[in-house]
């Protein structure tokens, strides 16, 4: 048994869990006609009402002794003050550092970070400037029309999601581009429609050596010296984030034109540095900055709240409890708003990438289940498809609602239409439909006894699926900003109950290193013995497909 599963806060979790798994939600609301009032917070510009859950005031008292008796808010007050928590790189993680507006100092080994991160900010909002009012021109002397922002992981979801949500906010002045996949397709799908003399690439790797975002860059370094350009304009068309300012500079970029990166920085935390500059160019610096600010408010609420006020805690303690609790290995996110449609990749990365580990840090193997299985998608497109899983699926999948209230251009018939089937569909899912109920519905039908006694078994759904619901007046910068350092901070307080290591990703680390290799063996440079024999056949025919003819 584990030092946590031994916990005595553990133990009296699970005798429990135990105990209300007979219990139904809509029982709850019956008997207690207070439990939405209880069981709402808002922070931030964020409403959030997790009535809907399989939980009760006694344990969600547990849940809260689980998180003191894992010192939460120790390694809360750690992350913040600087300290190395990512253990096994020994490394620092700041990057609540990159929106610290408060105006104190951030000391990292003895040094104050924030000069360098306002610099960087004073650099992206005169470079944006200079982009937008056309002061800086390509070498032909014609205004910058696109950007095309190339990278991958963090360094391009984080920018893209960003900037497809707050697409309301989006700058006339310049179309962003955004390329990722090292699928040759993409990128010549990209290049080929922009023009080469009104573009400007932003490349963004920390070693400037990144396998896919690398390639990308070369080939579009090709492109442009093909479509007319030459080495020496590279300088007014490219421009990198980046830490390794010798490679940069080699490929011909301007010094000036080197964003800087800092090793407490993890790439699915990086779109608040400078990693975040297409959002910048995008939405306009002030918009960025609102990004900034939205998550700042949330970073200290989550520093100054009450655990039991704290949003970021209980959804990391309610996550913990379905996961650890009910055997739920997954859980769905499910934006109400079409420009918020890829949150769930982002947060998908944010979870699975720093939870996703069996190993504690103390070096020991788990007993119990750690990161979840994050997916989801729009509302309403996924009621027609995957929400019928969660309806009557055999296992748990909780939920996370999200709706704004106003959004732009509103129609308020479809508006209305969209929120009712937001709310529709978390009731569903706590009350169902009892068996009677669907049988009184078929009366009437014309039916025999033993069909209409099957067709309403097939129609009866438990319900009690658990379910939160966030309201938020509009998507504005702030609010999005606020969204996202929510769920980084719940994904942080769950690492820190399961005792990991949220901050390092060795799995991501191999597949790079096993596709450099297999690269070497793709083009000759490796012999068989350094795969597997499945690797071999794989490669040879891949070889033999694209043999000279």
């Known amino acids: 048994m584990s030092v946590l599963t031994s916990l005595p806060q553990w133990q009296k979790l699970s005798e429990l869990a135990e105990s209300v798994k007979g219990a139904h939600m809509r029982d709850w609301f019956a008997q207690d006609a207070s439990r939405a009032d209880k069981m709402q917070l808002e922070a931030c510009g964020i ?44 490394r620092a993680v700041l990057h609540t550092a990159l929106r610290n507006f408060s105006g104190n100092p951030v000391i990292v080994d003895g040094k104050d970070v924030m000069p360098e991160v306002r610099a960087t900010l004073d650099k992206i909002e005169a470079f944006t400037a200079s982009i937008h009012s056309g002061e800086h021109k390509g070498y032909t002397g014609k205004p910058i029309k696109h950007i095309v922002a190339i990278g991958i992981g963090g360094s391009f979801l984080g920018p893209k999601i960003m900037t497809e949500a707050l697409k309301p906010y989006t700058a006339d002045a310049v179309k962003v581009h955004f390329v990722a996949n090292v699928d040759g397709c993409h990128i010549h799908d990209v290049l080929s429609s922009v023009d080469f003399e009104e573009t400007l690439v932003v490349m963004s790797s920390k070693s400037f050596s990144t396998q896919e975002t690398l390639q990308n860059t070369l080939t579009a370094k090709d492109w442009f010296l093909k479509s007319g350009g030459t080495q020496h304009d590279i300088a007014k068309h490219f421009v990198a984030v980046s830490s390794n300012v010798k490679a940069a500079t080699e490929f011909g970029i301007s010094a000036d034109n080197i964003f800087p990166m800092w ?24 918009n960025f900055k609102g990004l900034l600010e939205g998550a700042f408010e949330m970073d200290t609420h989550f520093k100054t709240a009450p655990l039991s006020q704290n949003m970021p805690v209980l959804l990391a303690l309610l996550g913990v409890w379905y996961r650890n609790f009910f055997d739920a290995p997954s859980h769905a996110l499910l934006p109400y708003y079409h420009y918020l449609r890829g949150l769930p990749a982002y947060v998908q990365q944010l979870d699975m990438e720093s939870n996703g580990k069996s190993v504690t840090l103390d070096g020991e193997h788990v007993d119990y289940a750690t990161g979840p299985i994050i997916w989801g998608s729009e509302g309403t497109n996924g009621q027609h498809s995957f929400h019928q899983l969660i309806h009557q699926g055999s296992g748990v999948i909780p939920a996370d609602f999200m709706l704004p209230l106003n ?86 307080v769950q690492g820190v109950i399961w005792n990991l290591n949220s901050f390092d990703q060795w799995g991501v680390e191999l597949g ?27 490669i040879a025919k891949f070889r033999a497909a694209n043999a000279p003819k």
């Open 263 to 286: 090793d407490w920085v993890g790439g699915r935390y990086s779109l608040w540095s400078a990693i975040g500059l297409p959002i910048a160019l995008a939405l306009g610096f002030e």
């Open 407 to 492: 959004v732009p251009n509103q129609d308020d018939t479809h508006h209305a239409m969209l929120a009712s089937n937001c709310f529709g569909q978390t009731q569903a899912l706590m009350q169902g439909k009892s068996f009677e109920a669907c049988y009184a519905d078929l009366a009437n039908k014309g039916l025999d006894e033993e069909t209409r006694t099957r067709l309403a078994t097939h129609k009866t759904m438990r319900g009690n699926k658990p379910s939160n619901t966030f309201l938020f007046d509009s998507l504005t910068p702030n609010i999005l900003g606020a969204l996202v350092a929510m769920y980084e901070h719940k994904v942080f």
């Open 47 to 90: 409403f959030l009402d997790y009535a809907k859950n399989r939980v009760t005031d006694e344990s969600m008292a547990a849940l809260l002794d689980l998180a003191r008796a894992c010192n939460v808010e120790g390694q809360r007050d750690a992350m913040f003050g600087g300290d190395a928590i990512n253990a096994t790189e020994g």
């Open 512 to 538: 790079k290193v096993l596709g450099n290799q297999v690269l070497e063996g793709i083009q000759g440079k490796a012999g068989k013995d350094n795969f597997d024999a499945s690797t071999q056949q794989l």
